[in-house]
T-cell receptor
Framework: DTAVSQTPKYLVTQMGNDKSIKCEQNLGHDTMYWYKQDSKKFLKIMFS???????INETVPNRFSPKSPDKAHLNLHINSLELGDSAVYFCASSLEETQYFGPGTRLLVL | GDSVTQMEGPVTLSEEAFLTINCTYTATGYPSLFWYVQYPGEGLQLLLKATKADDKGSNKGFEATYRKETTSFHLEKGSVQVSDSAVYFCALIGRGGSEKLVFGKGTKLTVNP
């Protein structure tokens, strides 16, 4: 069974478009995260939600808006996509301090 | 703020060689320390962790010891295999309660047969 799943796996789109990435976890964890991994593999946290409440919001452009309809889901919506948004986006969930990552969504903005 | 510094790669070894990937950290108090591994095309997986000074984390032949005096958490394996080829990330969670993982920049390891 997949623990943390993300859709889509690949996303190719034009500059200026709006897109969403979905994340679901079936581990029963209360806390979920979004990370961005750039082309040099550097990972940086973007957002964290605990039981549907935003608890971490790093310096991320407000074109990025996370939404948590329930504690098993944390979706990421991106408005007005820019070339620099091209990256791999990882969702994760945690039990205490250990985080479990999804397989990633590879976003390419043309 | 909290930060992690790990040796930058890439690291290329022959099968059965000894591996060390250095990691040092800066944090307030005593953070929990982690090594995550990312195999090609996949997400990150927890490899091992240590939550207090002198703890040793171990998994799949990899080990790392939490050294408070040197603020280090170096990753070691006595005999690497081709299947260990991946990117390795050192990370910490501080004691501020935010559960925010702070990652090092990652070290790419390639093991040749």
């Amino acid at each position: 069974d997949t623990a943390v799943s993300q859709t889509p796996k690949y996303l190719v789109t034009q500059m200026g478009n709006d897109k969403s990435i979905k994340c679901e976890q079936n581990l029963g964890h209360d806390t979920m995260y979004w990370y961005k991994q750039d082309s040099k593999k550097f990972l940086k946290i973007m957002f964290s939600y605990n039981n549907k409440e935003l608890i971490i919001n790093e310096t991320v452009p407000n074109r990025f808006s996370p939404k948590s309809p329930d504690k098993a889901h944390l979706n990421l919506h991106i408005n007005s996509l820019e070339l620099g948004d091209s990256a791999v986006y990882f969702c994760a969930s945690s039990l205490e301090e250990t985080q479990y990552f999804g397989p990633g969504t590879r976003l390419l903005v043309l | 703020g909290d930060s992690v510094t790990q040796m930058e790669g890439p690291v290329t070894l022959s099968e059965e060689a000894f591996l060390t990937i250095n990691c040092t950290y800066t944090a307030t108090g005593y953070p929990s320390l982690f090594w995550y591994v990312q195999y090609p095309g996949e997400g990150l997986q927890l490899l091992l962790k240590a939550t207090k000074a002198d703890d040793k984390g171990s998994n799949k032949g990899f080990e790392a010891t939490y050294r408070k005096e040197t603020t280090s958490f170096h990753l070691e394996k006595g005999s690497v295999q081709v299947s260990d080829s991946a990117v390795y990330f050192c990370a910490l969670i501080g004691r501020g309660g935010s559960e925010k993982l702070v990652f090092g920049k990652g070290t790419k390891l390639t093991v040749n047969p």
